[in-house]
């Protein structure tokens, strides 16, 4: 019976995803959405590859350092164009990988806390189908490895409140920390990491504070 019970599970992981990738990969066809701040995006990071810096050259000629963007999603980029790779189709498998993998995580992750395969289908499956992550993974933009990152981080953050584990605190820091260098807006999953720890930890205040505390000092450092 858990033999079959696990089969089932693991059936309703990879089927959320194998309908996210599906559905993701025909938005993609003719390959990843470029324009706007994606332009910017692989061309900051084909400058760095140049040997240029991590910016774009001025219509005036003059080199500019990364203008209003953070940095982290263009050298993500530019990592990959080191290896050989082309940034601007390699942004797209990077997209469909990423978006795989969230839908993955957040899959177990609603099976570990509600015990029932359904939900964590169903879960899976809502992320899969969204109208608003569909279209924001179909670009080379920096969302797809945001959302990756913060809900890595807070599902690590889980995990640390529940096992009092200090690798946990520490991975989900790491994580929140370079979601916000890779988007700004990511702050919110500090923040809400933050809050958590002072709420939902086990501990007299003194100790809630102090693990807070912790968990922004490591989330800066990236």
Same mark, same amino acid.
């Given at each position: ?45 084909? /400058?760095?590859?140049?040997? /240029? ?23 993500? =980029? ?16 990077? /997209?469909?990988?990423?978006?795989? =993998? ?14 029932? &395969? ?44 529940? /096992? ?17 260098? &890779? ?40």
């Amino acid at each position: 019976m858990q033999m079959v019970e696990r089969i089932l599970e693991k059936f309703a992981v990879i089927t959320a995803a194998a309908v996210g990738i599906y559905l993701l990969a025909v938005s993609m066809r003719l390959g990843p959405g470029v324009g706007g701040d994606a332009v910017i995006y692989i061309t900051s990071a084909k /400058n760095l590859l140049a040997g /240029n810096g991590l910016g774009l050259v001025n219509p005036a000629g003059d080199f500019r350092l990364l203008p209003y963007f953070p940095p982290f999603y263009p050298l993500f =980029l530019a990592f990959f164009g080191l290896l050989g790779f082309p940034i601007a189709k390699t942004a797209g498998i990077l /997209n469909i990988i990423l978006f795989a =993998l969230t839908i993955v995580s957040v899959s177990i992750w609603i099976k570990k806390r509600t015990k029932n &395969t359904a939900a964590s289908f169903l879960g899976g499956l809502l992320l899969a189908c969204s109208p608003i992550l569909i279209p924001a993974y179909s670009w080379t933009m920096s969302e797809p490895l945001c959302i990756f990152l913060g809900v890595a981080g807070l599902i690590m953050l889980d995990l640390h409140l529940e /096992n009092h584990t200090p690798r946990y605190l520490f991975v989900s820091a790491i994580c929140c920390g370079l979601s916000f260098l &890779t988007r700004y807006s990511a702050a919110a999953y500090i923040a809400m990491a933050g809050i958590f720890l002072l709420c939902f930890q086990k501990q007299e205040l003194k100790k809630r504070i102090c693990g807070a505390f912790q968990f922004g000092l490591i989330s800066v450092f990236p």
